[in-house]
Nanobody, 124 residues
Framework: QVQLVESGGGLVQAGSSLRLSCTASGRTFSRDAMGWFRQAPGKEREFVAGIGPIGGNTQYTESVKGRFTISRDNAKNTVYLQMNSLKPEDTAVYYC?????????????????WGQGTQVTVSS
């Protein structure tokens, strides 16, 4: 059974930075793509960023390009989301997700395991 544990959320002012971390249990971490999603109140869960197994392949939703960076450390079974220049519209619960497979996917249904989520609140 795979478990994902996120950390690093919080309340910050617009323009600030946060780094989210997600540590996974299990022995297949280095073979699989990982993703970060977010869900704001009353909205559907949306793809934020994804990363391939060895980190060379990344993908971002348009609204975070140039501000967020996804990375991973396979030796630590951990994926990160560095968030810079945060905006109030980035406020959401952020989830990391793992899927079996090397390709990045943007639909939540294509991920097999989810963390519990970490709240990010950006004040104006």
């Amino acid at each position: 059974q795979v478990q994902l544990v996120e950390s690093g959320g919080g309340l910050v002012q617009a323009g600030s930075s946060l780094r989210l971390s997600c540590t996974a249990s299990g022995r297949t971490f280095s073979r699989d793509a990982m993703g970060w999603f977010r869900q704001a109140p009353g909205k559907e869960r949306e793809f934020v960023a994804g990363i391939g197994p060895i980190g060379g392949n990344t993908q971002y939703t348009e609204s975070v390009k140039g501000r967020f960076t996804i990375s991973r450390d396979n030796a630590k079974n951990t994926v990160y989301l560095q968030m810079n220049s945060l905006k109030p519209e980035d406020t959401a619960v952020y989830y990391c997700a793992k899927r079996y497979g090397q390709s990045i996917r943007i639909r939540p249904q294509e991920y097999d395991y989810w963390g519990q989520g970490t709240q990010v609140t950006v004040s104006s």
